[in-house]
């Protein structure tokens, strides 16, 4: 049999309307898994290695959908940690980002912050030398 003739106009529509359709799968995703953490914030395992785990198994979850967590502090995209801090011996939960070039924590209370996803910034090309 013949094939149909496709325009490549009519290619672009379709592939037009795939990108929406995606994009409202990957939009009820985020929702479906934004709405999952916001029952664990304001929590904490109460032991570092375990608050470490389900930081490590969220980043995990977040990572195969493109996606970071906002910081509460400044908006930018960020990945959760839990870090060692004198006086919380559980842990503290930090937002992890780079900031005009240099790595920068925000956050810090000894439980799981509001979460708010947002799209994996592009990865940076390589970076400019100044002057
Ligand atoms: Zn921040």
Do not use: W, Y
């Amino acid at each position: 049999m013949e094939p149909k003739l496709l325009t490549s106009a009519e290619s672009l529509a379709k592939l037009g309307e795939l990108q929406q359709e995606l994009n409202r799968l990957q939009r009820k995703v985020r929702i479906a898994i934004q709405t999952q953490l916001a029952s664990i914030t304001g929590h904490s395992l109460g032991d570092l290695s375990q608050n470490r785990e389900l930081i490590a198994s969220i980043h995990e979850v977040l990572e195969s959908h493109g996606l970071r967590i906002q910081c509460v502090e400044c908006g930018h995209p960020a990945i959760l940690r839990v870090s060692p801090r004198p006086g919380s011996p559980n842990g503290v939960f930090v937002f992890d980002h780079t900031l005009d070039g240099r790595r920068t924590f925000h956050g810090g209370g000894s439980a799981v912050p509001p979460i708010k996803l947002v799209a994996k910034p592009p990865r940076k090309k390589h970076r400019r030398v100044a002057g």
